[in-house]
């Protein structure tokens, strides 16, 4: 739970430093379908206009019609447009300004354990933690892990990456760069179930190379008729295969382990 919380820190931390506002974005994020953009001529408000990107990366302007704005950045479309204005004859001079109000075309996915789990835009460069802070940092039952899936000139990759082993060992390598189309999925945190005479069965967080007696520290103790002699561990083998492991108090616990403990006899 200490690490968690110390976890869980770091990404408010960062949603606090590193995120801009979401009505600002980068000026060389290149526009798409679906951003919504409102533009303004310098002394001309008949020619404010706010519209989106078409799926086929165009917009129509008063006075010259359909501008290709796909894949450009806001402030290339700004010259292209001033020069359509004033090379058709419409302006002597063209000051224009484009705002991008919303971004559609540029999302991550940032999915499983976090609190806002959704498609958020992205602008400039962006990282996992990044993106994380966006969506509220890792829940409650999130794990330490984020499998990442990023495509890069149309090959699909994978790569898990160890949040807390990056943050504590301040090693940032991993926190990858994220661009349109990419996704982050925080996993769930392994668990393990104890039961039997404990003050508080049930399943509980495990966490690395934990052992039996932390567990039975975990669930409150023993009850006052349980012993720590006999205690036993219900696991799966890489079969499938139920099977039941007489356990000793330093035996480190696996994912998905169920410890039972028994009632003494005298």
């Keep these: 739970m200490m690490k968690l919380r110390f976890y869980q820190s770091i990404l408010a931390l960062l949603l606090v430093l590193c995120i801009a506002p979401a009505a600002v974005f980068a000026a060389d994020t290149p526009l798409g379908a679906g951003d919504a953009v409102k533009i303004s001529v310098f002394g001309n408000p008949d020619l404010s206009l706010e519209t989106k990107v078409s799926d086929a990366g165009n917009i129509t302007f008063p006075l010259i019609g359909n501008v290709g704005v796909g894949g450009l950045s806001a402030s290339d479309a700004e010259k292209k447009i ?22 559609q075309s540029q999302m991550v996915s940032v999915l499983g354990q976090v609190l806002r789990p959704g498609r958020y835009a992205v602008s400039g ?3 996992v933690t990044d993106m994380l802070a966006v969506a509220g940092g890792v829940g409650p039952e999130g794990g330490d892990t984020a499998t990442v899936i990023r495509v890069r000139n149309g090959k699909t990759s994978k790569q898990v990456v160890n949040l807390v082993e990056m943050i504590h060992s301040a090693d940032m390598k991993s926190d990858l760069e994220l661009s349109s189309g990419d996704m982050v999925y925080v996993d769930r945190a392994p ?12 399943g509980y ?7 039996v007696i932390q567990a039975l520290s975990v669930g409150g103790g023993l009850t006052s008729r349980g012993t720590e002699r006999g205690l036993r561990i219900k696991r799966r083998d890489a079969s499938g295969n139920l099977q039941m492991i007489d356990a000793k108090n330093n035996e480190v616990l696996q994912t998905d382990d169920v410890v039972y403990v028994k009632e003494s006899l005298f």
């Design 82 to 103: 001033s020069s359509m204005l004033t090379d058709g004859g419409f302006l002597r001079k063209a000051e224009v300004n484009i705002l991008v109000t919303e971004m």
């Design 125 to 127: 460069k962006r990282s």
């Design 191 to 202: 668990k393990f179930y104890i039961y039997g005479e404990v003050q508080h069965p049930g």
């Design 205 to 211: 967080r495990l966490e690395a190379n934990m052992t």
